[in-house]
């Protein structure tokens, strides 16, 4: 089954740009899904960041859209965030998920922490 | 921006009791609404789609319900693993997809 595992650094300097990878497993990011990144601050609920089709369709949180982007690369089977003019906000554990459309987010990665600080 | 507001933010219910969660949308969402349950240290799991249609492989004990504004889910008789926080989130009009702030449920 399909398996998603995120990567990248656990620390960010305030001001820089957080990048983190996830990479699909057991599929084909090229399926007929959206593949999304949502985030959850120490203590609290989930926010939902962004999600690209295979095509490279995008859509953003309107809250997020002027610092996020979200690339995908079908050659390695992963897609990609970044997120620029990191603060200590931005300190959270990052999911990536497939989204099904209309089915929901069925399949999670473990999710990866990432502590913006100087 | 669709608004989600879960009732009740804490539900305190023994083993075996029913349990009924409660999210209501600033504006319609059609059934197009989704819970998922999460577990300390643990990624979200889905557990119900477009409002009333469980996940592969979520028991018959949880149900969900609902159209429009106002959706429940429902948990018969709660087992020990069931205790958890529970968010809904909205698939109608994004972006975003929102997500209800959360109801924990906890063992009384």
């Known amino acids: 089954q399909v398996q998603l595992q995120e990567s990248g650094p656990g620390l960010v300097k305030p001001s820089g740009t957080l990048s983190l990878t996830c990479a699909v497993s057991g599929g084909s990011i090229s399926s007929s899904n959206w593949w999304s990144w949502v985030r959850q601050p120490p203590g609290k609920g989930l926010e939902w960041i962004g999600e690209?089709?295979?095509?490279?369709?995008?859509n953003y949180n309107p809250s997020l859209k002027s610092r996020v982007t979200i690339s995908v690369d079908k050659s390695k089977n992963q897609f990609s965030l970044k997120l620029s003019s990191v603060t200590a906000a931005d300190t959270a554990v990052y999911y990536c998920?497939?989204?099904?459309?209309?089915?929901?987010?069925?399949?999670w990665g473990q999710g990866t922490t990432v502590t913006v600080s100087s | 921006e669709i608004v989600l507001t879960q009732s009740p933010a804490t539900l305190s219910l023994s083993p075996g009791e029913r349990a009924t969660l409660s999210c209501r949308a600033s504006q319609s969402v059609s059934s197009y609404l989704a819970w998922y349950q999460q577990k300390p240290g643990q990624a979200p799991r889905l557990l119900i789609y477009?409002?009333?249609n469980r996940a592969t492989g979520i028991p018959a004990r949880f149900s969900g319900s609902g159209s429009g504004t106002d959706f429940t889910l429902t948990i018969s008789s709660l087992e020990p693993e069931d205790f958890a926080v529970y968010y809904c989130?909205?698939?109608?009009?994004?972006?975003?997809?929102?997500f209800g702030q959360g109801t924990k449920l906890e063992i009384k």
């Open positions: 690209i089709y295979h095509s490279g369709s995008t």
């Open positions: 477009d409002a009333s």
């Open positions: 998920a497939r989204d099904q459309g209309g089915h929901g987010m069925d399949v």
């Open positions: 989130q909205q698939r109608s009009n994004w972006p975003p997809r929102t």
